[in-house]
Each structure stands twice: as C-alpha cells, then as structure tokens.
Nanobody, 120 residues
Framework: QVQLVESGGGLVQAGGSLRLSCAAS????????MSWYRQAPGKERELVARISSGGGSTNYADSAKGRFTISRDNAKNTVYLQMNSLKPEDTAVYYCNAREVLLLHEFNYWGQGTQVTVSS
C-alpha cells in the first residue's frame, strides 16, 4: 500500500522558515522522482519543486527559486522541502508527489497534504 505522509506544516510569520517532510512507503522510493506541489484556496495545484530519483537534479518554480530547497534521503525514504523567507502568498496546502515508472507505465502518488499559513 502506497503511503506518502507529509508533516512540518504550520503557522509562521512572514520572513520565517518551515521544513516540510514527506515519509514514503509502499513503492520503490529510490527510483522515483519526488515533487512538492501546493494549492492555495481558489487556485489550481502548482508545482513548487522536483527532485530526481538520485537527487542530482532539481527544478523549482520561479516563486520558489532562491528561497526553497528540495532534498531527499533515500536511506530514510523521505523527501524534504526547506522553505525560507516565507511570504503570505506561500500560504497553501502543500502536497508530496511521487512519480514511479514501472514497465513504461507512469504512476503518480499523492499525500494528504499539510497546511502552511504565513501571516503578514
């Protein structure tokens, strides 16, 4: 059974930091690309950051560049999102996503989300 469990969300003042974690199980984490998405009220879900299976390649949304850092620990089956210099517009539910490819078929898995609220 695939599970992605996010943690680390909360309420923080503008300029503060949070570190999100996503603990994965039930699939081959070390061969899966991992991503963080977010969805603000009334808006579509958007990609925040992605990291390759080995951790050697990362991509960020323009809004996250220079402030957020995605990383992973394949020994712990966990992906992280370090968020610094948070802004009120970062307020959203943050979701962990795994993309696994098996026999040329792509599978996407999602966590339940963790709320991040940044007060001004």
């Amino acid at each position: 059974q695939v599970q992605l469990v996010e943690s680390g969300g909360g309420l923080v003042q503008a300029g503060g930091s949070l570190r999100l974690s996503c603990a994965a199980s039930g699939f081959t984490f070390s061969s899966s690309a991992m991503s963080w998405y977010r969805q603000a009220p009334g808006k579509e879900r958007e990609l925040v950051a992605r990291i390759s299976s080995g951790g050697g390649s990362t991509n960020y949304a323009d809004s996250a560049k220079g402030r957020f850092t995605i990383s992973r620990d394949n020994a712990k089956n966990t992906v992280y999102l370090q968020m610094n210099s948070l802004k009120p517009e970062d307020t959203a539910v943050y979701y962990c996503n795994a993309r696994e490819v098996l026999l040329l078929h792509e599978f996407n898995y999602w966590g339940q989300g963790t709320q991040v609220t940044v007060s001004s």
